[in-house]
C-alpha cells in the first residue's frame, strides 16, 4: 500500500509521499488541500496497482463521510460556514475524478494515526517540514493565532439558559434553544501574520530542507479505519 500524506495550514497545503511533493497555495479553508488532494488523483495511474492510502486533514474529513456532497448541494458546510465557488467547484471536481478514474483509494485522517507507527509518523513529520519550507518560499510569517468569535455573548447566553433549562429538566425549552444556538455564527481562528497566495509548485522532494525521524506525539488514536471509495469502473490507481 503506498502512503500519501496532506498536510495544510495558513493558506498553504503539501501533499508528499515516495519522493514527490506537490505544493498549493489557496484562500479560504479548503482551498489549499483540495487543490494539493485533486493534483494527486489526477496523477495517480489508471493502470492495475495497489491500494493509494490518502492522509488528509480534518478541514476536508467531509471527503470521508460523503458530507461534502451536501456542502456542494447547499453552498455551505454542516456548521453554516459558506464556501467560495472556487470551494464548492472544486469539491465538484474531486467527486467527478472518484467517478471517472478512481478505483481503489482509501481515506483517513492525519490526527488518526497511531503513535506507534513509525513509518507513518515519519511521514507525517516529513509532509510538516516540507510546509515549513513551502511557507518559507512564498513568504509567510507564522504570526499568532487568535480566535474570533462574532456571536460570543449571544452563544454564552445561550449556553447558561440551556444550562438552566437541564438543571430544571425543561427539556421542550432547551431543544428550542439549542435549535437558536445553531443559527449563530462560527467561530473562526485566523492569524495576525500574512498568507499571500503565490502561483502553485510541483517540486522534488530532494530539493526539501533537513527532516528529522519522530516516533511519537500528541494524536488521537481514536479511529484508525480508513473509508474506501470505489467507482463503477476502471482500473486500480498508482501515485
Known amino acids: 500500500m503506498k502512503n500519501v500524506m496532506i498536510v495544510a495550514r495558513q493558506g498553504n497545503a503539501v501533499a508528499l509521499s515516495e519522493g514527490t511533493k506537490i505544493c498549493k497555495s489557496g484562500t479560504g479553508v479548503f482551498m489549499p488541500s483540495l487543490l494539493a488532494l485533486k493534483e494527486v488523483l489526477e496523477s495517480i ?6 491500494t493509494v492510502n490518502i492522509h488528509i486533514m480534518d478541514t476536508i474529513q467531509g471527503l470521508m463521510s460523503g458530507s461534502a456532497v451536501e456542502y456542494v448541494k447547499s453552498g455551505k458546510t454542516l456548521s453554516g460556514t459558506t464556501l467560495s465557488v472556487d ?18 483509494i482509501r481515506f483517513s485522517l492525519v490526527k488518526y494515526i497511531k503513535t506507534d507507527n513509525v513509518a507513518m509518523q515519519n511521514l507525517k513529520k516529513s509532509a510538516y517540514d516540507e510546509l ?53 455564527r462560527e467561530p473562526e481562528v485566523v492569524s495576525s501574520g500574512p498568507a499571500p497566495i503565490s502561483p502553485p509548485a510541483f517540486e522534488d522532494k530532494n530539493n526539501a530542507g533537513d527532516n528529522k525521524p519522530v516516533t511519537k506525539d500528541n494524536t488521537d488514536n481514536t479511529n484508525d479505519d480508513p473509508i474506501k471509495f470505489e467507482s463503477a469502473g476502471g482500473a486500480q490507481p498508482q501515485f
Do not use: H, W
Open 87 to 104: 470551494e464548492i467547484n472544486a469539491f465538484k471536481d474531486i467527486y467527478k475524478l472518484y467517478a471517472e478514474r478512481i478505483l481503489n
Open 45 to 50: 495511474s489508471i493502470e492495475p496497482c495497489e
Open 132 to 184: 515549513a519550507v513551502y511557507e518559507k518560499s512564498v513568504g509567510v510569517s507564522r504570526g499568532t493565532a487568535v480566535t474570533v468569535d462574532p456571536d460570543k455573548e449571544l452563544r454564552d447566553m445561550f449556553d447558561a439558559q440551556i444550562k438552566e433549562c437541564m438543571i430544571n429538566k425543561d427539556f421542550d425549552t432547551m431543544k428550542m434553544l439549542m435549535a437558536e444556538r445553531k443559527n449563530l
